[in-house]
């Protein structure tokens, strides 16, 4: 059985930094691409970054440039290191992961249970 264990949440004062990992268990494949989707209360939930297992990189407009995916050494990680935090960043963050295909948009297989930032003004 799969499972996504997020892990790096916590609260942060504006203009800091917070660094999320995501890990899978379970898995004996690899997946294509694995990424971060945020939900705060009464929005829908978003997709922030994504990355495939060739380095390709996607971002949501409110994150680029503050934000930095990437991959682990070890198979089947992923970490969201979010720099200049804002108190709009304050949502759950899941991780996410799909075995097949180049972006997260559709398609995810699984996901983790959520990690949750909070980032006071």
């Known amino acids: 059985q799969v499972q996504l264990v997020e892990s790096g949440g916590g609260l942060v004062q504006a203009g800091g930094s917070l660094r999320l990992s995501c890990a899978a268990s379970?898995?004996?494949?690899?997946?294509?691409?694995m990424g971060w989707y945020r939900q705060a209360p009464g929005i829908q939930r978003e997709l922030v970054a994504a990355?495939?297992?060739?380095?390709?990189?996607n971002y949501a407009d409110s994150v680029k440039g503050r934000f930095t995916i990437s991959r682990g050494n070890a198979s089947n990680t992923v970490y969201l290191q979010m720099n200049s935090l804002k108190p709009e960043d304050t949502a759950v963050y899941y991780c996410?992961?799909?075995?097949?295909?180049?972006?997260?948009?559709?398609?995810?297989?699984?996901w983790g249970k959520g990690a949750l930032v909070t980032v006071s003004s």
């Open positions: 996410a992961a799909r075995r097949w295909g180049t972006t997260l948009t559709v398609g995810v297989n699984y």
């Open positions: 379970g898995s004996a494949f690899s997946f294509n691409v």
């Open positions: 990355i495939t297992s060739g380095g390709n990189t």
